[in-house]
């Protein structure tokens, strides 16, 4: 199912205007959090598995900032063809203040060097093609629900140049 772009446009808007509210919730600046995550691309119903780092710092005048890590794999086959893939990259995310402590919402940007392979089975003969992929940015939205001041659920929403991204659900903790 290939999204169209506007409902990405009004996602995000009315994910921004639902998310500007007042008060940080339970992230705690110069604090590391960590954790798994699975997700369906916007290819089928592909799971994809992943995991996320964030750095937490409180920036004077701007607010809260997440910086760090995701990696993202996800493979699938068909009657001929399977497929691999990988993503590793960096993220950024702007946490927006928000009156519910059980609630972080925020907002980012995630640059990430995509890489994959293809490979063909058929009438006996196996063909593997040279690995493909290359640099992406995307957005990407998405919050925390704290169950525990150390533990969230974690859900994101992506978007960008790599022509399908996913939608991700999982848990972090706080180290």
Same mark, same amino acid.
């Given at each position: 199912m290939k999204l169209d772009k506007r409902y990405y446009l009004v996602f995000t808007i009315v994910l921004l205007l639902f998310l500007s509210q007042t008060s940080?919730? *339970?992230l705690v600046p110069e604090n590391h959090y960590i954790g798994p995550s699975i997700g369906l691309s916007f290819l089928g119903s592909?799971?994809?598995f992943g995991a996320n780092h964030e750095y937490i710092? *409180?920036?004077e005048d701007i607010g809260m900032i997440g910086v760090g890590g995701i990696f993202r794999y996800w493979s699938y086959r068909t009657a001929w063809w399977s497929y691999t893939n990988i993503v590793l990259g960096? *993220? +950024?995310n702007y946490y927006f203040e928000f009156d519910n402590e059980k609630i972080s919402p925020f907002v980012g940007l995630v640059f990430a060097y995509y890489g994959g392979s293809v490979k063909w089975r058929g009438s006996g003969d196996t063909w593997t093609s040279p +690995?493909? +992929?290359g640099l992406y940015l995307a957005g990407q939205a998405g919050g925390r629900y704290w169950l525990s001041p150390t533990m969230a659920l974690s859900a994101r929403f992506g978007f960008g140049t790599l022509s399908y991204y996913a939608l991700t659900v999982g848990i972090d903790f706080q180290l």
């Open positions: 940080f919730s *339970q592909v799971p994809e710092m *409180q920036i960096a *993220q +950024g +690995g493909h +992929g």
